[in-house]
């Protein structure tokens, strides 16, 4: 034996004792998950039972990363743990969730990123049947795109909220870092680049600066674009690390985006109300007449009680008599005493108020 392998048996010796360390407690763990389950099957209530309970996961994730004594990353950390605990919710209730599809999209990515891998997992065609999917109860959850901080807000989205009855349970951030993807046997030139319309502007100095000339399309995402390109050498596709998994690309170029803080921020639809978890967010839905100060009159209460403000969306209304509808995001969550005072005072003057879910903010 030489001495590399002397010193190295002892460590992976030691490593071997801590898996099987880790796997009892893992199996301990889900053994609790299965309990939890049992307890929540039996309670006598005239509602089905709640699994998912992003305030609960919110405050294990918060937690977890702030006592990592490293050399862990936090993230990482999160990343693991939100694994295990979408295997143990599996056990208690397997989760459908539906997503704006196709499949290797960045809401794809979003949607694992917030319930794992355990959980199965469908794309849809629209925003509209992603609503429409929660709302029949086809599915348990759905995430669909809501801001992306360089293209601004999916008013499409925004827009669905105006006579769905789903509530926004939890909220994903997605950094979104493009590639520039081939099919992994390519040769040769490329003679077009396809990607969806927001992908090439989110990319356009880099393609100036390195493929002037060369022909971009636009096509409806981003994996159809991958799609494409796995089929056809000469075409090169702007996508995500998941399109080039799933087709089989490789990256000729990674992280192309002009802007590498670009943003993408989804929102995770249910049918239940979410309890606080410390660090929330709530959305609402305001409608009032497109009168002088209707605005002011709406912003003030929150000035009074200091609740502060995130986003503020203004769509018209649907009915057709010049009203408008207020989209506005606020920090804290609405069983808050100071959110709660903020909610009365809107609701006194306006023709609607509705709150469209508190939730726990994205992990950082």
């Known amino acids: 034996m030489n001495t590399d392998d002397e010193k190295?048996?002892?460590?992976?010796?030691?490593?071997?004792?801590?898996?099987?360390?880790?796997?009892?407690?893992?199996?301990?763990?889900?053994?609790?998950?299965?309990?939890?389950?049992?307890?929540?099957?039996?309670?006598?209530?005239?509602e089905q039972p709640v699994y998912y309970r992003p305030e609960r996961e919110a405050q294990i994730l918060n937690g977890l990363m702030a006592q990592n004594p490293g050399p862990l990353d936090s993230n990482a950390v999160a990343g693991l743990f939100r694994e295990v605990i979408s295997c143990c919710l599996n056990l208690e209730m397997p989760l459908t969730v539906?997503?704006?599809?196709?499949?290797?999209?960045?809401?794809?990515?979003?949607?694992?990123?917030?319930?794992?891998?355990?959980?199965?997992?469908?794309?849809?065609?629209?925003?509209?049947?992603?609503?429409?999917?929660?709302?029949?109860?086809?599915?348990?959850?759905?995430?669909?795109?809501?801001?992306?901080?360089?293209?601004?807000?999916?008013?499409?989205?925004?827009?669905?909220f105006l006579t769905s009855t789903v509530k926004i349970c939890a909220e994903i951030e997605m950094p979104i870092?493009?590639?520039?993807?081939?099919?992994?046997?390519?040769?040769?030139?490329?003679?077009?680049?396809?990607?969806?319309?927001?992908?090439?502007?989110?990319?356009?100095?880099?393609?100036?600066?390195?493929y002037p000339g060369v022909p971009r399309l636009v096509v409806a995402s981003n994996a159809e674009a991958a799609k494409i390109a796995a089929q056809r050498p000469q075409v090169a596709a702007i996508a995500g690390q998941m399109a080039a998994e799933r087709y089989g690309l490789r990256i000729l170029s990674a992280n192309i985006e002009d802007k590498p803080d670009n943003k993408t921020r989804f929102l995770v639809l249910g049918r239940q109300d979410v309890g606080p978890s410390g660090r929330d967010k709530t959305s609402l839905l305001v409608s009032v007449r497109n009168e002088p100060g209707a605005l002011l009159r709406v912003l003030r209460p929150f000035e009074k009680f200091g609740i502060s403000l995130t986003r503020i969306e203004t769509r018209p209304a649907r009915t057709g008599n010049w009203s408008y509808v207020f989209f506005i995001d606020f920090d804290g969550h609405q069983s808050d005493d100071n959110a709660a005072q903020v909610l009365k005072a809107i609701g006194e003057l306006a023709f609607e108020v509705r709150t469209l879910g508190s939730y726990p903010q994205a992990l950082g």
């Open 8 to 46: 190295l048996k002892p460590l992976r010796e030691r490593i071997d004792a801590i898996d099987r360390q880790l796997l009892t407690l893992l199996n301990e763990r889900a053994e609790c998950a299965l309990q939890v389950g049992e307890v929540k099957m039996g309670q006598q209530a005239e």
């Open 98 to 160: 539906a997503y704006f599809g196709p499949e290797g999209t960045y809401t794809e990515a979003a949607t694992v990123k917030q319930f794992g891998h355990f959980a199965a997992t469908r794309p849809l065609a629209s925003i509209d049947e992603v609503f429409r999917e929660v709302e029949s109860e086809a599915a348990h959850y759905g995430v669909v795109p809501v801001e992306n901080s360089t293209e601004g807000m999916v008013n499409h989205t925004l827009d669905c």
């Open 177 to 210: 870092h493009h590639a520039l993807l081939r099919a992994e046997e390519a040769a040769g030139e490329v003679t077009e680049i396809l990607s969806h319309a927001q992908s090439l502007a989110q990319c356009r100095g880099w393609l100036d600066r390195h």
